[in-house]
Structure formats: structure tokens, C-alpha cells
């Protein structure tokens, strides 16, 4: 932390600011300039509140200097991560590929769908059982019934299961039917249930708060490694801004600062970014043009019949067809999928 | 909802719009004119997905008319709706004052506060007894001990308790010993939350979440309306912009928005809308002016060694200069505190 | 500024960063701490582009530590500015008033409006000549018929005209009628017009644009100060967000950041900040009791006809009965109106 | 334009409300639901200001319902706009290159930068030669001079000339240099020179402004080709938002949204957008993808004393790399660099 004093900041006050840091825990490095004088102070936890030194009288500006995250940083890992799901890799040279409705509807529509995930190359089978809706009255999705039926579609069509954990009294339930544990956008900084994802042993799909900054993202990220998971990766889905034709804005210079600030891999959800299926093939492109090490895509073959985010879902075909854009493009950086 | 079709719109586009507005319900009033036709679609659900009509070949645009909402709006009840607390209104021509520290921290702390806020003719205490907090080493809260300090620092006042709750399961825990339960802005679309807290009977706080529009905020009290609770109030506490020099943008505006579209009380929070001290009497006499039914404010008489916020909690001393200047600004617009 | 350097800086490229930061006249303060080194560098421009270090290699992070402008800034003067105005003041414990049409319109629609500014006790009249707008079929101002007209309304009332320019050639024309000249929010950083401004003897009314940040704005003024022209004040008007039920978002805030990290004065223009009749009492309220300097409100006695800006005018009757309440709030804080 | 009446407006404020869109010269389609009425008005001028009908006495809301855009809309040409520029087209199925430095510094600089430029295969060189900047003391641009320099460069490596032109009285000077003129972010919204720009023969690249919406970027493209100028192509650059470790957020959404809303071509730039050298390759690759009909690159051959945004230029052999795998993408998407 660097604190810059005011150059009219008494010696009082000077003596009050350090005897303040020492209380903390900091070792001091005090440099008096011709114009004012600066604080160095080593040793700030990663959480301080910087504001606790902001407050006091004669304090200009203060810097934290280390960021906020360790065990999440590219300084603390320098090679990136690879996650083994089972085998599959989920951040090295291979693209990995997650696809599948955004809700689980019943079997039939699963056992389909989960064919043309596999047909397509991807490994990875996506859906929600649980579905708390803005609306008392709409589907709610269909809760371990559900997961029974992805599981079962999965495994016919030799795919792993991805699916959204909301609660922790849900956790124990779709540990029984997952592969990854998704962790929405809404509960991001949910401390208590990243603090339980830092406990399991299975993978996190950590989507980005739609309004959160990489920064808090990070942090997000360094509370479920601190508690033992190691297992991370990151999915950008797209930020609340002033623009309102898009349903977020799909903040694609995420992926290459993720990859400057961190070793953890990240991936990129074109569905829900944009909320509009003209608007996902152009945006899968870009993600991994942009370096994406993943894709998270909604698919539906009766879209207008779907129960949730149709509007959303590419169909089959045309998610085939993207499939082998993207795999041109993958190669194009020298990459696979 | 009213659906703009393309000026090319073929007859068969036409017919199979309308088909699938039928299937959804909807009665249709279509009215063709020189240049394109239009179609009044009356019947909508409050929650219908827009985006089911909108990627339909031949439509244009669509604009759903009535607003999503319906028990939490002016229209569904014109008067200004007064909440009773235990015999203290909210929401009527008395300005309720809510206030206290960010964390109970020990019984002494909390009966030091507890005078100053009954000093100052406050109804309410506010404190937090759960903090999840961004680093796992931080401090948590008391918990159950907490709850019961505050209970008593409020009885032996005379005084309300403002708590927040996080989980689904801390619900009855905390039914024990607040007044009124406060929603926090993480949790604003937290569904499930919000379905149980529409059986409690006690009233809730409906914080705004960081990136919440109004019209969201508005769907999220409906919830909790739906649910049989009537009893629900706004809490202003800042939206996330651009402009950082303030932690949050406090909106201020959203106090007449949510006058003029809704009958439920608002109330505003400066403490965390700025994150400084310094900012919160300029902006609690705002929120006044600008018509709020309440404020909710942090105060603490040692915030150097407060375990959370400290850099927003006021001074006992400039609290109660505050509230001096708040209740001038009330008597000039014709209300008291 | 501070640079922090990488943990793994080699010596080499530490020699090479100091090579850089004493080629752009910066004196060195190296301190090497048990894991990385940080380097104070003294002396740095106002306008120095910190990335010209941050691309370096070696280099973690670089903060500027002093603010971009000086002249603007509190610590160079630490006495609030009040301007004076022909006599008028603003800045000072009485708060100014600058009232009119968003654009004159006749000579009799000026003259109407002058006498009820002047009825409610305001000083100054506003009223827009060049309009460019949207669509080149609108009105586009009266041009210096309007600015005849405005003038022979003020001095019949006994009022300051306060006017905007919008390009350099309009100078001229415009500093033969009017007493403020203001910038626009779409010129904030027009650095041209700045530039003459800063030459001018008459008063600068500085718009914040709509997505500026409060130190961009200082960075404006400065450039105005550091022409010669002392005579600087900010107007608020509101900043964009996600929130569009309201025009703007009105940024009240920035009040008492001003107000701290600035001598000059600033005003709040409610009006153009939320765009509708009925937001504009309450907003301007809330501005005089967060501490503005001055409020321009726009005013019109048949706003259905208006030129321009109609539905964000407030009838007369509405306005005079405004001035009222705020009287009360300003002596409320101990100001006048 | 429809407007739906509140449930309780009064026969009074209906006739009222059409008696006003009759004289603002609308066609009426009155429809009465079970509920509440809604009135069609057509014959909307494209920039009505819909806030005139909204604060009528009974209204509930007003939606336009037609773009207030003609000329740029896909409605208005169906096929795309592919731009002749000297032979050179812009629009179709080849991707059109512009690189070159930020500014214009020399000859020396600028004879070898263009020789780069055409080593890569693109077509057009770019340059400032006026640069007013934040600060009085930075450099300025060498004006015409710099202009001479340019022109010469590029004739010698058979280039086109793409230079920013800022005011209304340099037209003329830029004219006699360039080939096409840019429009930079700040004047998006600058309509008188909006309006010249409409009576230029050259083809007019206008970049979005920092905080604009895609629609107001349409309108003022609108603007242009009301004018006459029928050449006109956008270009991304970055918006503002909440997230600031990237200088601007890169709305790459923009490209799909412009193409289906609009006949023109829209570009990238993503060296202003991200601001950082090492985020240009991966968001250039990343704007193809999304379907960019050109780029942008800013590039130096020796960025630690360019005198201008030196941290954004690409090395020469990084560009010439990326332009490598900038023509690997474009033909997985069909096109060609």
C-alpha cells in the first residue's frame, strides 16, 4: 500500500497515520520529498479496506500495490492451468465445447439434444433442473428429475454433465448427477456458497457478475481456491451497460486480461450474453477468436416451444454449421476444437 | 403488447404470428395501415418473454404495454400505501429514521448506539449479525449472539431492529428477534428468497441490487407481494456507473420514479450509495429533499476500530447535527422526522 | 507517480525503466523491499500518459499519484472561488438561480418569461439562440435575433443572460449579448473552444458531459484556468447509466466531490438531467440540500408549444411556488437564495 | 408512434390527447379494450419528440414505433453498401485494412510506416495532424504540414488516405489530402458538422461516440446521408462502462447488430478500444470474426517516443503477424484480407 500524504499534513497527523498502519500489521517506509512525503506499508492483507487509511486527516490518495487475489494470480502460477474433468481438458491448446437447452424439459427432448451435442464434437452437455424464475408462475424446472435425465443423456451419448448449483442445500443433491458445478451470474459473490464450493471436489464454472468488475471476479475466483478447490475456470456472459439492444454487452476483452492476470482458463457464453440466436454465431466466432479456451452455447430444436430463453437457442443445424467455422478459426490460432 | 410488422411481412408471415399469439393466449386487434400493420395482443402475462414474438419472421418490433408488474403498482392501489411497525408508520408524513451501526459488534457497542439513536428520535436500529465477507479471514458477524444483543440494546430504547437476512435458513432464526427483515442488494433477484420472504408477516426492506433498473426492482416486490406479504419498502443504496469516485452512483431520482409508479414507501441509504463519510450528510439531506420516506444511516462512535465500514459510519455527534438539519429540510416540504 | 515493479524484475530491466522515467525528467526514489522493488518518480507533467511506463517490462503497475490538474484544485487555492457576475455573486453562502425557455422562441415569449424570473427572485435568465438538433428539419434557434431579443429581456428585468456557445466562430457574436458564456455537455472536451475560453474575460458555465468522469471534468476547467480565465463553474446535468427510465442519471454526488477536490463553484441544472416536469421539483430540491452553488431550471408558460424541450419545462406557477421550498431548504443548511 | 392510455383517462383527456396529435399533424387509430384505450398516430416525423405526448393528462406510456432513422436503415436498401473509394472497395466481401501511427511525426517516420502498411496488403494509411489534446503543453500536430507528409507517403506506396477532420473550418484543407475523412468519437454529435460533411463527396468514416447508443450512431449517420452523401461507414471503438481495467469496453455486438439494422459497413478499431498494445491482436482477430468489414490498427516502429499513444501501437512485425492470422480467419468465414 502507498499512502501520499497532503503537503500540508502536520507532523501530528503524520505520527497518527503511522502509528495507525503499525496497528494493522504493516512495516513502514516512510520517503520525504521536496513536496510531500509517501508511505510505503508492507505487508497489507489481501482484504484490507483501504478506506480505514483514506479517512484519516492529513491523507491525500492511497494505492493498494499487491492486488487483492494470490492464489488466483498469473504471479502465483506462471503456466497456465489445465483442468482434468475426467479426462477432458478444459484450458490448454483444445477449445472445449459445452452445449445443450437451457432447461431440461423431459426426456425425449434431452436423449435429442444430447445426440447432437455428441455429433458435433463437443464433450460437454449442458441444462438446468433448477429454474427460480422472475415469476411465481412460470416453470420452475424439473429438479432432480431433471438431473436424472441429463445424467442419463449424457452418459448415452458419453458426455459430461454441467449444471447450475443456486443454494447450498442444493450442493450434495447434483453432486450426484454433475461433472461441473456452474455457478450463476446472480450469486457471484454468494460468499457462503463460494466458501462451500471450496470444499468439493469437482470443478466450478465461475460466470461473471453482470456487474462486476475482472477484478471482483478474481477475487470470487481466490475464495473457492483459498478453500481448497483448485479446479476453477471462468465464463464471461456479458455486462449491464447503457447499450440496451443487446441484452448485456458481451465483454470480450475479458478473456485476454483473464489470461494476463490469472493462469485459470476462461470461457465464453455467446446465449446469454447476447440474448438473440442471430446474434451467437457472430459472437462464438469472436470469443474464440479472442483466445476463449471454451464455449458454452444454447441449443433447441423447437425453440418457440421451448420453457425458457428460447429466443436464445441456435438449432441444430445451425450449430453444426458454427461448429465448423469454429474449428477454422480455432485452427487459424493454432488451436483445436 | 403491441407488435410492429416488417413492411415486407408476407400474408403467411402474418397468419403464423398471429397463430402463435393465440397459442399463447393472447386476444388480437390487428389494424393495417399504408405503409404496415400492426397487432394489439391484449391478454399478456405480466412475465411473458417478449423475445418469443420478437424472433418470428415478418416482426419488426415488439413492446410489451402493460408494465410486469401489477400488486406493487400505482395502479393496482392509488393511495400511498403506510406500513405499521409494531405502531411506528413508514411511508406517510413522518420520515422514518433507521439507524446504527454496520456490525453488532459487542453488548457494549450496541447499547452505546442503541442511546444515541434513541437520543436522536429515531425509531429504528439497524445492525448486522451475518457478514459473509470477500476474504474468509475476515470478520463474520456474531451470528445468533448478535441478534439477540441488538433485541435487547432496541428493548431497553424502546427502539425497532433492522436486520438482513442472506439465507433461507437463517429465516427463522432471525424472525426471533428483528422487526423487520432487510433484503440486501446481492440478493434483490434472489427467487427463492423472495417467495419466503412473501409468507413472513413481518415487513421487508427491498434493497435496489448494484445493477438493478427500476422496473427489475419493482418485479422483485411484486414477488414478495404475490406471496401475501404486503408489507414491502424500497431502500435506495446506490447503482454501479462508470464514474468511481463515489463507490456507487446514488440515484436519487429513483425516489420520485418509485413515488409515481408505485404505492409502496421508499427509503434511501447514503452510507453505502458513497462509502465516505464525508458524503453522507450532504446526501441524506438529498434524499430528504428529494421526497425519500426514510434513510437508513451507519453510525459508530469509535469507526477506526469498527470491524466493517468504519470510513462510512457517522460520529454520534455529526449524526445528531445531521438530523437537526434533516428535520428543518422535512418542515420545509411540509413533512416531520 | 509510483511504479511497482514485477517480483521477478531483473536488474536490467529495472536499469532500463530508470533510463526511460529520467529521459522523460522524472528524479528517481528507488526503495527495494524484501519481494519487489517500487520507484517513486518526482516531477511528473500533469498530462504524462502513464502507459508510456506501464508497457515497459519489469513493470507491475503505475499509479499517478498527483492529480492531472493543479489551478482546479483545492490544494492550490483553499478558499472556495465565488464569481462575481456584475455584481452578482456565485459561489458564496447565497445560492444563485438561473432560470428561462430551453430556447427563445419570440421577443414576447422572452419578455413573458424575464418577468416571471424576475418575480421569483432569480438573477439570471437563460435561454438557448443555436440549436443545432437531431434532425436538420427541426428548429434550429433564432440565432442573434434570439440573442437581441434575450439581452433587451434581461435588461428590461434587470437580469444576467447566460447563453451557450457551441463553436469557436460564435464567440464573437455571443460576448456582445450575454454575461456567462456555457459550454455545453457535448463540448466538455472540445479542446479548441477550451483553449479561447480560457481567453475570454466573461464567466464559464462548464457542463459535465454525459459520460465524464468528475476528474475529466476537472481536467476541463483546468484547461480554462490555465488560459487566464478564472472564472470557472460547473453545472451537474446528469451522466448516462443502464437506468433510462429517467433521461440521465442524475449524479448529486458530484456535489460534494467538487466541493472537495475544488475551489470553484458548482450549480445543478435538474432539468436536463431527468428530462420530465414531474422529476424536476424534487431534483432540485435534493441539489440546493446536497450544497449546490446554483440551480438553472427551465421554465415555460405554454410548454405543449414549445420549440424545444417542452415537456421538461416547469410552468410558472410551479416554479415560483419551487422557489418557495427551497428558501426553506437553503436556510435550512444555513444559505440564502 | 402507439400510445396506451392510463385506465382511468377521462373522455376529456382522450379528446384532449387526439386533438393534440392532430396538430402535430398524426393519422389516429383509436382502439378501445376491455381495459384501457390505445391510440396508433401515424405519419411521426423520424426525430418527434414522443416526451411531448407523455406528459399529456392520461397517457401511460408512448412508444415510437418507427426508427427514427431512414436512409441508414436496412429497411431503406436491402442490399448491402459496398463503398468505391478510389477503386478500393469498403463494405463487401474483402476486409479493408487501415494502419499507420497515431500521429503524424515526420517524414522520415511516416515514409517508413507506410511502407510497412503496404508490405501487409492493406490499402489505406491513416494519421493525425491535428491533435488537440488534454493538456496546452502536449503536442499538437504538425497541421498541414503533416497533411503534406501523409499524402506523399501514401502516394509513394500507392495508398489511400483516411485522416480525422475536427472542425468545420478545416474541411476545406483536409480536402485537398485526404481520401476519406474520419469522424472522431467526440464529434459524433457535432451537427454542424454533421451537416457539411453531408455536402463532401468522400466517403466519411464516423466512429461511435464513448457513450452513444447504436441508435443515436444511426441517426447521425442518418444525418450525413440526408445531406447527401450517400458514402458512409462506421466504426467501433469502445464504449463506456463500469469495468476500466481495458480503456473502454469493446462492443464487438455492435458489428452483427449494425449489419442487420443497417446497409452500411461498419469497421473496428481495436487500438483506441483497449488502449493497450497487447490486447490489439486478440481483439483485431475477435472483430473479423464477428463479421468487421475492415480494422483499424494503430502501429509505430518505435512506440516508447511516439508522440501520441506510443502504449497502443503495434510493432510492425507484430502486425505483420497478426495480419497473417487476420487472413486465416477471414477465409474461415468466407471473406477475404
Redesign the interface.
Known amino acids: 500500500m502507498?499512502i501520499?500524504l497532503?503537503?500540508k499534513a502536520s507532523e501530528a497527523q503524520i505520527e497518527n497515520i503511522v502509528k495507525?498502519l503499525e496497528g494493522f500489521g504493516f512495516q513502514i517506509?516512510k520517503?520525504t520529498?521536496?513536496?510531500r512525503t509517501?508511505i510505503?506499508a508492507?505487508g497489507v492483507?489481501?482484504?484490507f479496506?483501504t478506506?480505514?487509511i483514506?479517512?484519516?486527516d492529513g491523507v491525500d490518495?492511497v494505492?493498494r500495490?499487491t492486488t487483492?487475489y494470490k492464489l488466483a494470480g498469473r504471479?502465483f502460477k506462471e503456466d497456465d492451468t489445465v483442468i482434468n474433468i475426467k479426462g477432458v481438458p478444459l484450458g490448454g491448446n483444445e477449445i472445449a465445447m459445452i452445449a445443450g437447452p437451457c432447461s431440461v424439459e423431459n426426456e425425449n427432448q434431452m436423449f435429442r439434444l444430447a445426440k447432437v451435442v455428441a455429433q458435433s464434437g463437443a464433450k460437454f452437455l449442458r441444462g438446468g433442473a433448477f429454474k427460480?424464475?422472475?415469476?411465481?408462475?412460470?416453470f420452475q424446472g424439473l429438479g432432480e428429475e431433471g438431473l436424472k435425465i441429463m445424467r442419463a443423456a449424457a452418459d448415452e451419448y458419453k458426455l459430461l454433465v454441467v449444471t447450475e448449483v443456486?443454494?447450498?442445500?442444493q450442493l450434495e443433491l447434483i453432486d450426484k448427477y454433475t461433472d461441473v458445478f456452474q455457478l450463476g451470474a446472480?450469486n457471484m459473490?454468494?460468499?457462503?456458497l463460494l466458501?462451500e464450493l471450496g470444499r468439493v471436489e469437482k470443478p466450478i464454472m465461475l460466470k461473471r457478475g453482470?456487474?462486476a468488475?475482472?477484478?471482483e471476479w478474481l477475487?470470487s475466483a481466490e475464495?473457492i481456491l483459498?478453500?481448497g478447490n483448485k479446479n476453477v475456470f471462468f465464463c464471461e456472459r456479458g455486462?449491464?451497460?447503457?447499450?440496451?439492444?443487446?441484452r448485456n454487452?458481451?465483454?470480450?476483452?475479458?478473456?485476454?486480461?483473464i489470461h494476463?492476470k490469472s493462469h485459470l482458463p476462461i470461457i465464453a457464453d455467446p446465449s446469454h450474453?447476447?440474448?438473440?440466436?442471430?446474434?451467437v454465431p457472430?459472437?462464438a466466432?469472436?470469443?474464440?477468436?479472442?483466445?476463449a479456451d471454451g464455449l458454452m452455447i444454447e441449443i433447441h430444436d423447437d425453440?418457440?416451444n421451448a420453457l425458457s430463453?428460447?429466443?436464445?437457442a441456435l438449432l441444430p443445424e445451425t450449430y453444426l454449421k458454427l461448429m465448423e467455422?469454429l474449428r477454422?478459426?480455432a485452427?487459424?490460432?493454432g488451436r483445436t476444437i
Open positions: 502507498v501520499i497532503d503537503k495507525h517506509h520517503s520529498g521536496a513536496e509517501i510505503g508492507i492483507k489481501p482484504n479496506d478506506r480505514n483514506s479517512i484519516l490518495e494505492y500495490v487483492p504471479n427460480p424464475r422472475t415469476s411465481p408462475y412460470s443456486m443454494q447450498i442445500d446472480r459473490q454468494n460468499f457462503s466458501k453482470i456487474a468488475t475482472i477484478e477475487m475464495y483459498s478453500g455486462i449491464r451497460t447503457f447499450e440496451n439492444y443487446t454487452t458481451f465483454d470480450l476483452s475479458a478473456i485476454p486480461v494476463k450474453a447476447t440474448g438473440l440466436r442471430d446474434q457472430p459472437m466466432r469472436a470469443a474464440v477468436a479472442a483466445g425453440p418457440e430463453d428460447g429466443p436464445q467455422e477454422l478459426i485452427s487459424a490460432i
